[in-house]
Each structure stands twice: as C-alpha cells, then as structure tokens.
C-alpha cells in the first residue's frame, strides 16, 4: 500500500455484517482501531496489556467510505502517524483489498495524548515522537 | 437539544464499554446509525422491515468526540437533515447528556440515496425532499 | 413476565442485526449481559462505575433461541438468581416480546464470585445473599 | 487440537475487550460463528455470499468459558459437526490459545436446518450429511 510502512490484516468477520450483507459502517472504526492498537506496539508506544498507560485518546475521526466489504475479503489496513503536534497527533489510514487492490476506506484520526491515570490531557511524549519519526521518516515538530 | 426537532434515546450497554471504561469510540457510529435508522421510520422514508428498500448508503461521516460516555448515562441523540442535494443528503447529528445537557459527540454523515436491488446510487426521490423539508422547515433544492 | 420479579427494557439496534435480518445469536448475550448488569446495580451489589469491583464472573452460559428478534421490537428481558451457592450464583433469564408475551430466548448463566483486585474467585458475600434473597424471596444457602 | 479437524485462527481485536480488560462474554459467540461459517465454506455447505442459501439457523447454544482470552492472544477455535440429525446438527467447538494450548472455551451448538427464503425448517439436506460423514468421518444417521 504506497505511503504506508505499516500494514494490519483484517480478519472480517460474519459478525462484523449488517442486513446489507457487507461490514457495518461502525465496523470499519473497528478495523482502523486495530490497526492503530497494533502499530502502536509494533513502534512499542504501548506494551498491550496496561491499559491505563494506553496514552492515546480520540478526539476526531473522518472516514470516507469507498466500497462496500464482504466477507472473505482480504482486508489490508494501512496507518501511519502524518503529524505530531504537542499535544496530539494525526493517523491516517486506508483499508484496502489485498488482493485487488481496490480503495475500501480512507480517514484520519485526530488523537490526543492522554494520561488515563490522571485523566488529563498531556504533552507528547519525547520518546514517542522520536520513535514516531524515526519509523515514519517524518521530523517531529515540537 | 437546541437546533434538532428529532431526538432518539440511546440506551448505553456495558456491551458498548472498552478497557478505557467508556463507550468506544466504533460504539458513537452505531448510536448515531440508530438515531438515522429510526429518524428515518419516524418521517417515513423507511418501513423498518424491507432492508433492500433502506433507500440510503454512507458514503462519508464525522465524528468529534467532546466528552466520555459511561454506563447509566442518559443519552440523547438529535438527528437532523441539513442538506439535500441531488443524490444524496448530509446528516448532521449531535449526542447529549439528557439530564446535564452536556454535550458528548456532534458530527455530520454524507449519506448517498441508493438503490440496493439495483445495488446503483439513485437520485433523491422527491416524496423524500417533501417529507423531509416539510419536517426540518428547510428548502428541499433540487 | 411471570416468574421475574425484575425486567429490563431492551432498545433493539439496527446495529445488532445481521444478513438474516434479525438479531445475531451474539447479541443476545450483550442483551443479556445488559439485564445482569442493571440487576445487579438494582439490588446494589454493584455501584455502576469500578470495574474492579464488579463482583462476578461469567463461567458458562446457555442459550435457547425460541424466535428471531426483530427491529423496533419490544423486546423485554427478565433476570432472576435462581440458586446461591458457596462460591456461584446461577442466573436465570427469558427474554419476551413485551406487546405480545411471545417468549423470544431463555437460559442461564453460572456466574461465580470474583474478585477482580485480587483475581481470584472469592465465596459469596454475605450482603449479596441477603439483598438478594430478600429480593427473589428465596432461601439463602451457604 | 485433539479431535478437530478443522481449526479456524480468530483475530482478536481491542473491540471485542470490556471493562476488565479481556474479551466480552458475548464475543466469545462470535468467534464461534466466524468458526462455524468459515467450517460451512470449507465443505461447501455454502458459498459465502447469498446469506438466504445459509442453511441452518442456530436453535441453542452454550458455552464454558475455561480462561480469559487476552488482546494479542494466538486463538484457534476447532469445530466439529458431531451429530447429524433428522432436521438438526449438533455443532461442538472449543477455544484455545494456539501457543500453550491452554483450554480457553468449550462448548454446543444446536443448528436446525432452515430455507431463510420459505422461513421454515427443513431436513438436513442428503449432500450435507455425506459432506460431513466424510469430512469428520463419522456415519451420518438419518
């Protein structure tokens, strides 16, 4: 997928399908969702088990949705982070077929750096943002 | 809620509920299709039933996310119809604490008139501009 | 619903439907799940919010699907224990069509005391038998 | 896993977790369908697309939970068709984490054999019967 270093696969599932027969449009937040959860352990922003120390709340989401998902679609969901403020940041991602590659979703995710334990908005960590920019080959603005 | 003459409850479930102890974030769009869904039966643009006849697809939404949901919050939904256009109509919706008037979400959805038998987007009939200006006090321009 | 000395409304989601059209056989444990958690805030074993403190887990459940559930459904859940043990409580519930009586699902689940603090299961707290036994006029057994 | 001959991996996703961190009752049903219909597709009892073909509509289920099923846990869910009826099938499943092999659930499910486009039940159809005898090498008794 161009533009993205980081790819999820998507199991879809019978579950994830409305009477329309293709995946619910709350769904795909589902996807994107999992997407980012991955990628923030695969770049180790979050260890997967601590949930107070997630670090990241959203504030804003856009999808736009391209065609419809079926069952047994091989589903790829690219994400990657397109800016780092101080005190959020910008994901972006597009879901795909795999097979095709055929445009299913595309959107961005405002998050914001949060502190679960205080319940407060902070600042972006320094080791995020160099973790953040080193595996995105962008330059962290602070 | 100021600005929306349809208002759908929406009963939190501890099913809607993440790690974080909040409604997730996917969980907004499956309240906000509820409200659509039922604004819909209300204006009887849908029987409810027939799913082939849903008349509508989404094509885009929106989501600002301004404060947590929680278990036991009374939630309310406005849904209105702000604009008409030729094939398709843009929703905008805002969720609510009924008792606080806190404001919990708001966004809008580009929603595009469709016709699943012929699975093909169709223009807006035009009883839908009528019942629908008629119950929003907006001009329907066609 | 005779039997129940507790019902809880349930607001049927165009969300929780599947192709078929009608409830998929999951939500009727989220529908479940729902009726259990407001029981057990009902009768104040449970204060709404920590998590931690929710007291039970889930052990195993059975469910009978008697009938498809249906958008705008009234659907109508009734929650009762119907036995206290030394470390479990068995739950049972049927769900109904609250217009018609038309039983829609029935089972029960066996829920044992949990602390999840400590993560372990714990003997039933004295207070739960008796708010509940009060409640269900049943014989507590310890 | 001992007994099964059919294993389906289940993609564990941050959505499917609750309040205490692991996976909602409720999606554990969910893992088992996406077992079940993925099973229905590999002895091609069904094709994956006309959900009005599906063929079977699920009469009781009941689950043991054995563990708690954690985000990033390898899951495989075995099924296995282990009685054919008259107008039935008896589904039995069971959950473990494909690394340890620790048991994470168990348990049955009781299909009935139904034609969504007449909404009546129907015998379990003769291919059907042959299919799974063959498959899981059993004698299909009708």
Redesign the interface.
């Known amino acids: 997928m161009p533009g993205y270093r980081f790819i999820c ?3 879809v ?3 994830d ?5 293709h995946v ?4 795909i ?2 996807y994107i ?2 997407a980012r ?1 991955t990628y923030l ?1 695969k770049l180790e922003l979050w260890n ?2 601590s ?1 107070l120390d ?1 670090g990241l ?9 391209l065609a419809p998902i ?3 679609q091989n589903v790829q969901a690219g994400m990657r982070v397109s800016r780092i403020g101080n005190k959020s940041l910008i994901f972006e991602y597009a879901l795909e077929d795999g097979a095709t590659h055929t445009p299913l979703a595309k959107g961005e995710a405002l998050m914001v750096a949060y502190d ?1 334990h205080q319940k407060t908005s902070i600042g972006v960590p320094e080791d995020w943002r160099e973790k953040i920019a080193r595996f995105e080959g962008i330059v962290a603005h602070s």
Chains 1, 2, 3, 4 share one sequence.
């Open positions: 696969p998507i199991q599932r019978y579950g399908l409305d009477p329309q027969g619910n449009n709350a769904g937040l589902t969702e999992q959860i352990q997967g088990t949930f997630l709340i959203v504030a804003d989401v856009h999808v736009s949705y079926y069952l047994n679960y």
